[in-house]
């Protein structure tokens, strides 16, 4: 059955350093990779998705996240964070290609200090 | 243009009630999604509508959740009736194309506790 797993629960950036947020996967085949973001009061708004192709993907805000295969990975990085980026991020995976449904892991809270 | 509506944004009841939340899609969308996290928990999908018909139902927790799509415009999600285990927060989600590599468009959510 496919998973999704986010190894941290909680993490804290200073303000300007710089970010990865771990994503484990599982699924027999090429998945379909989505991360999402949520700040408070507000709905998940997707940030970058991965299907095939470059497996370096840029998304909105500065956000970039790599594939890797081998690793069943697709960690969220992000160069220079900024305080307004202190929110919850969600890695996906689709459950197949005739279905619209995702598999959420558990969610990180990231915190940045000033 | 509106992105996903959800009414009410907060509902708390006792148990045994009977809640029912509301979702708007983005107008357009055929594909619209329900999802249910539960506090600690990962979100978790509860079941696909394309347009008024059910596609993947197959989240549902329980015979205690109706989900409904009359029209194929807005959904409604009862919960009757309602237990402790039901507390958490309601996502809905559309989406114009069908299919794993469809953009979702997430609502707020609605929170729900029941007492």
């Known amino acids: 059955a496919q998973s999704v797993t986010q190894p941290d629960i909680h993490i804290t950036v200073s303000e300007g350093a710089s970010l990865e947020l771990r994503c484990n996967y599982s699924?027999?085949?090429?998945?379909?990779l989505f991360w999402y973001v949520q700040s408070p009061g507000q709905g998940l708004q997707l940030l970058l998705k991965?299907?095939?192709?470059?497996?370096l993907v840029q998304g909105i805000k500065g956000f970039e996240a790599e594939f890797k295969r081998s690793q069943s990975s697709f960690n969220l990085r992000k160069p220079s964070v900024h305080w307004s980026d202190a929110a919850e991020y969600f890695c996906?995976?689709?459950?197949?290609?005739?279905?619209?449904?995702?598999?959420f892991g558990q969610g990180t809270t990231l915190q940045v200090k000033p | 243009e509106a992105g996903v509506t959800q009414f009410p944004s907060h509902s708390v009841i006792e148990k045994g009630q009977t809640v029912t939340l509301r979702c708007d899609p983005i107008?357009?969308?055929?594909?619209l999604y329900w999802y249910r996290r539960v506090m600690g928990k990962e979100i978790k999908f509860l079941l696909h509508?394309?347009?008024?018909?059910?596609?993947?139902e197959s989240g549902m927790p329980n015979n205690r959740f109706l989900a409904e799509r009359t029209g194929g415009t807005y959904s409604t999600l009862k919960v009757q009736p309602a237990e402790l285990e039901d507390s958490g927060v309601y996502f809905c989600?559309?989406?114009?194309?069908?299919?794993?590599?469809?953009?979702?468009?997430f609502g707020p959510g609605t929170r729900l506790t029941v007492l």
């Open positions: 107008s357009g969308h055929d594909n």
């Open positions: 991965y299907f095939s192709g470059d497996t």
């Open positions: 996906a995976v689709g459950a197949g290609s005739n279905t619209g449904k995702l598999i």
């Open positions: 699924y027999g085949a090429t998945p379909y």
């Open positions: 509508f394309v347009k008024e018909s059910k596609q993947d």
């Open positions: 989600a559309s989406s114009q194309d069908r299919g794993g590599q469809a953009e979702q468009f």
